[in-house]
């Protein structure tokens, strides 16, 4: 069945397509950057020029689907069904195939140069190592699967009939975006370390300070663990955290070029990843001088590629420790010449029911520019249920608000 397209020279085609391949059609038009229509064109477009039959598809369980194709293409391909003895549905189903097969689904883009981001403030309990997780499981989730986010009007106008929100700000599914990811719980506290499931690493063996203060005891590859959960497979990794971290201000303080020890304990493995997620302590001590001086711009690497990722709160006190954080970071650009960017402002635990004063500094939070908020997180339970529950909330509440919100910040700071 068909009806025009007002809106152009396409017109509205009504077909079946078995649920499995209409899902994984619409992963891989996504992942090549193209509407699902104008795959199924192309997929058409090739069958018919097929010199023989496909294999058989099993279409059991073929539910409705519509999309749009240029005027004329379904009469003829109408035809082409008759003349190779196909059912319509059966037609489309190889076109799809066929498609799927000629378009494989692409290598994920890469960095050029390893990712490096600090997430960051000096003031506790602005939930500094929620962001930390989140962002590193948002940037790792599998690229051949679907995930909600909020849609641009710019994809919106992309999507199928069927599937296009009436709110361009409502969900749509999207492809993970597939990055290999290492959180590093830079906290002596070990936060981070723990709601992923893990335990911190034992005083008396070998940790980040002892790397970082010139001591290891081993390789540092051996100390990072796996963060399990299928929809992440083997692209998120931890490196926990240990206690001797209490310390490290200390044993760097005899450190040659201390600020660069962060970078020196960890350049061994960078080229194994994608993206380094640095979880810092609350302190305005040398680590976070060293987790700085790592965030800087390097020699060739585009701005906005790495740098300080701020977190902070609807409320005045996260201000004060914002200015003490930037005027240290300000310092060490002036001090050591160095090029440290902002990646913006996250504004976490926002709850618009809290009144004038959460409402009021999220706008003086928007109204700073630069940097520039990249995100708002509500405080909703699903994060603390994680937590709990020793989970990653990704893998724990997948399609939560705090989930979505997590991956429109991935992909607003991989721009």
């Known amino acids: 069945m068909t009806s025009p397209d007002t809106s152009g020279d396409r017109e509205k085609v009504v077909t079946k397509l078995p649920v499995n391949l209409r899902q994984e059609l619409k992963i891989r038009a996504a992942l090549h950057g193209l509407d699902m229509q104008h795959a199924v064109e192309a997929g058409i477009i090739a069958w018919s020029g097929l010199g023989s039959n496909l294999d058989t598809v099993d279409t059991a369980g073929a539910e409705t689907y519509s999309t749009f194709l240029p005027s004329g293409m379904w009469e003829g391909f109408r035809d082409d069904c008759k003349r190779r003895g196909v059912s319509l549905t059966q037609g489309v189903a190889q076109a799809v195939t066929l498609w799927l097969a000629n378009n494989p689904v692409p290598e994920v883009r890469r960095p050029a140069m390893v990712r490096r981001v600090v997430v960051c403030n000096q003031k506790g309990g602005v939930g500094k190592t929620a962001i930390t997780a989140g962002l590193g499981e948002a940037l790792a989730e599998d690229p051949a699967a679907l995930a909600p986010v909020r849609v641009s009007k710019h994809f919106a106008a992309l999507l199928e009939e069927d599937d296009r929100p009436e709110d361009p700000l409502t969900l749509e599914d999207l492809p993970g975006l597939g990055q290999r990811v290492l959180l590093v719980d830079f906290d002596p506290q070990g936060h981070l370390t723990k709601q992923l499931g893990h335990e911190p690493l034992p005083m008396n063996g070998d940790s980040l300070t002892n790397h970082m203060a010139g001591e290891p005891k081993g390789e540092l590859a051996d100390l990072i663990v796996t963060v399990d959960a299928d929809r992440f497979g083997d692209r998120l990794h931890l490196l926990p955290a240990c206690t ?162 997590l991956r429109a910040l991935a992909r607003e700071i991989s721009k």
């Open 244 to 405: 001797d971290a209490f310390l490290l201000d200390v044993r760097l303080a005899s450190v040659r070029r201390r600020e660069a020890a962060l970078e020196r304990a960890l350049r061994p493995i960078e080229a194994d990843y994608d993206v380094i997620v640095i979880d810092c302590p609350p302190s305005l001590g040398l680590s976070m001088d060293a987790a700085a001086y790592f965030g800087r711009r390097r020699e060739n690497e585009v701005p906005g590629n790495s740098g300080a990722l701020i977190v902070v709160q609807a409320e005045d006190s996260s201000a004060d420790a914002y200015s003490l954080l930037t005027s240290q970071i300000e310092d060490m650009r002036g001090d050591l010449l160095l090029d440290i960017d902002y990646l913006g402002l996250v504004v976490n635990h926002y709850d618009a029911r809290r009144g004038y004063i959460a409402t009021s500094s999220l706008q003086a939070w928007m109204d700073i520019k630069d940097p520039r908020v990249v995100g708002v997180i509500g405080d909703l339970k699903e994060q603390k249920e994680a937590v709990r529950a020793k989970q990653p909330l990704l893998a724990y509440a997948p399609r939560c608000e705090q989930s979505v919100a």
